[in-house]
């Protein structure tokens, strides 16, 4: 495109009649399809082609398709379709067979911080050039993300963009601050540790966002240590990155993959979790060591070894003298997959049915394991004697604690009536009648 003739500056201006786009989103059915079957029979207005755009074209149901599929098979000449998605893998295979594909990937951290560099001398704007590597990590990828969220920071700001407004435009942990959590689990430090998630939390920032940002640090942190600090995948200052090298080197690339895979389990199963600030303070208090200061991952590995029969009892051995009430529900959930993994080995079925549920709490003797909303059925298997022994020889095998099992459904909270509410507040408590 030359963005200087009529056909491109119409199109660029949102106004060409000769591009259509459709959200197939919102118009899945076969009766658009249809009407769209008969719109492209009319000729372009000005150049040579007439384009319909169908974006999320994975929406359209499956009459919709076969509706469509006719007139992929005969466009007209001048007939052009642009089918985007982000799931091609459910488009139909007679779709597919009849269209070029064109994977998009996405922009590097180089080229996208050159991009809004560019933007910014062109607007006449400054930036501090820690707030561009910030947004570059921000979008991961996507240039429409980064450039949106840079014209944000722009308009917050009243003078050249600082890191702070950026960082409040945004919401996410500040890097010095990322650092200083991650410093905890070098020292050890459980106190620093929920003080430092403290001190987030009274910033505003949520818990789930905080985990996000912890992860990404942590991946960071393994970029470094694979490919080295001169890698191109990683922008940071150089004072930064000497210091994530350094707590790397210390914490070792076995306690970065089990903390990564600890948050991001956490981040794809928050949505039915019901305080995430718990359930984030138990999880990274899991992954603390607690062992005399010594940095090590808290995965009990010794179970798995299945060479010699003391090898065997070995993840017993390695909390020998240990009581159930030394035992936090932090440690049960850092282990969680490790048990999991023990069920799976022994019976998959149980497997199955445990996979419904999350430890809890530790109530007395007792782990209370929380099975979702509806699974009343996998936790009555859990409570059978055969199982549910199963379940508890695992956990003691991999935290050589013995441990009783209490299974609870999860709470229900019913939702507020939000007109009754307003109404109350307006004429006060009492006998309310409340009509469609």
């Known amino acids: 495109p030359c963005n200087e003739c009529e056909p ?79 799931e091609p893998q459910k488009l139909p295979a007679t779709i597919l067979s009849r269209c070029q594909r064109f994977d998009f990937r996405k922009i590097s951290p180089l080229e996208m911080e050159k991009r809004l560099r560019e933007i910014l001398i062109s607007i006449g704007a400054e930036a501090d050039e820690r707030v561009l590597a910030m947004i570059v990590r921000k979008a991961d990828g996507g240039l429409r993300d980064a450039i949106s969220i840079l014209d944000q920071c722009i308009s917050y700001s009243e003078g050249p963009l600082s890191l702070e407004t950026a960082y409040a435009v945004m919401g996410i942990v500040k890097e010095d601050e990322l650092i200083e959590l991650v410093q905890t689990f070098v020292d050890n430090d459980p106190a620093a540790l929920l003080q430092k998630l403290n001190m987030l939390f009274k910033e505003g920032l949520e818990p789930g966002q905080i985990a996000r940002d912890l992860m990404e640090q942590l991946r960071t942190m393994m970029l470094l240590m694979v490919c080295g600090a001169e890698t191109k995948l990683v922008i940071a200052r150089e004072q930064e990155k000497s210091i994530m090298i350094e707590q790397t080197n210390k914490l070792g690339m076995e306690w970065l993959s089990t903390a990564i895979t600890a948050l991001a389990k956490l981040d794809s199963e928050n949505r039915w979790r019901q305080n995430m600030r718990i359930m984030l303070e138990t999880t990274l208090l899991g992954l603390l060591p607690l062992n005399n200061g010594v940095v090590q991952p808290v995965k009990h590995e010794q179970h798995r070894q299945k060479t010699t029969a003391s090898d065997k009892h070995s993840g017993a051995k390695l909390q020998a003298g240990m009581k159930h009430n030394d035992l936090s529900i932090g ?102 009648k409340v009509v469609d």
């Open 331 to 432: 440690e049960v959930i850092g282990a969680w997959d490790k048990i999991m993994e023990a069920v799976k080995e022994k019976k998959k079925t149980v497997h199955a049915f445990l996979s419904a549920c999350e430890p809890k709490e530790i109530k007395r003797d007792k782990l209370v394991l929380v099975f979702k909303e509806g699974y009343l059925f996998h936790k009555e298997k859990i409570e059978e004697q055969d199982n549910c022994e199963l379940v508890l020889n695992c956990i003691k095998e991999i935290l050589g604690i013995e441990l009783g099992l209490e299974c609870q459904i999860e709470e229900n909270k019913p939702e507020e009536n939000d007109a009754l509410i307003k109404a109350e507040a307006v004429f006060g408590p009492g006998i309310v």
């Open 8 to 86: 491109c500056v119409s199109v660029n201006e949102g106004r060409s009649l000769d591009v259509i786009e459709i959200d197939a989103a919102s118009n899945r059915g076969i009766d658009e399809m249809r009407d769209l079957r008969e719109r492209v029979a009319y000729v372009p207005t000005t150049g040579k082609y007439k384009v319909y755009i169908i974006d999320e074209v994975h929406m359209l149901t499956t009459e919709a398709f076969n509706a469509l599929l006719k007139t992929l098979e005969e466009p007209p000449a001048h007939v052009l379709f642009i089918l985007a998605t982000t």
